[in-house]
């Protein structure tokens, strides 16, 4: 691969690396006892940290040509993921015991494009997914799409319709771009992931919310980065790399490159800590994933657009 020479570029390509190389260096503190169950009693925080570096690690794998260097550390990382989910029989436990739950076949969509198969899985989701009882339960409108996307990446029916769906979220309505506060900002966020499917699908987005966010998404980044709300930055950096033609904003690029801790993990919000490796993976994992996610979509699009 060529360096990139685009200044939001080389912020991006060590901030990319070195949270990932974090993340790899790490794995064993997000490991699952091997007693657990489907009812995940006092485990469903890292139940869900192996779900995000599970969709870190799909991202990083679709960068490929970008970043050659990190995929066998994905491939490790996913292999890591796989076996604490016991090569899927803890998705299907859970589903199976939890019929309304969602959150195994949104995990699973993460893993199986990438060749992680369970079939008792795919049957069992697929029976549950027609149920009235599941598509009933009360849920936020981005969570909607959540799995409705999840259902389209597995090739499963649903009755979804997109558009309705989009409609109901905040960001469907193009509010007054002053009343997102914090809440609202991660629900737009993940509208938008949803609908792209973690910017593998920028055409999904409908042409009048990619306008309202190219025309906003500046102001947004302005103000969380004066407030050093990393976590938040990074989130909508994502959101920009998920979009038709993103901007790649430098000063956010930059200001979250210059945030980020000497061994490779990002805050939450302001100034990285000095604390041990583990008490930083409890509190960071997340920011680092969405760091690490965000720079590997946003230098794969700008690769791509290149060629």
Not at 31 to 39: E, F, N, Q, V
Not at 228 to 250: G, N, S, T, Y
């Amino acid at each position: 691969m060529n360096t990139p020479t685009a200044p939001w570029a080389q912020a991006a390509l060590p901030l990319t690396r070195g949270a990932f190389g974090w993340l790899h260096r790490n794995r064993q503190l997000a490991a699952l006892p091997s007693d657990i169950t489907g009812d995940l009693k006092g485990h469903s925080k890292t139940y869900k940290v192996i779900g995000e570096l599970s969709l870190t690690c799909h991202i990083m794998t679709l960068a490929g040509a970008v970043l050659p260097s990190e995929q066998a550390r994905a491939q490790q990382l996913l292999d890591f993921c796989w076996e604490q989910l016991g090569h899927g029989d803890l998705l299907y436990e859970r589903q199976l015991r939890h019929t309304l739950v969602t959150d195994p076949v949104e995990l699973y969509a993460h893993l199986a494009p990438l060749g992680y198969r369970h079939s008792k899985l795919e049957k069992l989701a697929a029976h549950c997914h027609r149920l009235q009882g599941v598509h009933a339960v009360e849920q936020y409108p981005n969570r909607r799409l959540a799995v409705a996307n999840a259902l389209r990446v597995l090739q499963l029916p649903t009755p979804h319709d997109w558009n309705t769906l989009t409609r109901r979220t905040w960001l469907g309505h193009t509010p007054e771009p002053w009343t997102l506060d914090w809440d609202a900002a991660y629900c737009l966020t993940h509208t938008v992931y949803h609908l792209t499917d973690w910017g593998s699908r920028p055409q999904h987005i409908p042409p009048h919310l990619a306008d309202y966010l190219h025309r906003w998404l500046p102001v947004w980044l302005d103000a969380w980065t004066e407030t050093r709300h990393w976590d938040l930055v990074a989130e909508l950096l994502l959101v920009d790399a998920c979009l038709p033609e993103p901007r790649c904003p430098l000063a956010a690029w930059q200001a979250l490159a210059d945030s980020r801790h000497t061994t490779g993990y990002l805050p939450c919000e302001g100034n990285p800590e000095p604390q041990d490796e583990a008490e930083a993976f409890g509190r960071y994992q997340h920011t680092t994933c969405v760091t690490a996610s965000a720079g590997a979509l946003a230098l794969r699009r700008a690769h791509d657009a290149r060629h």
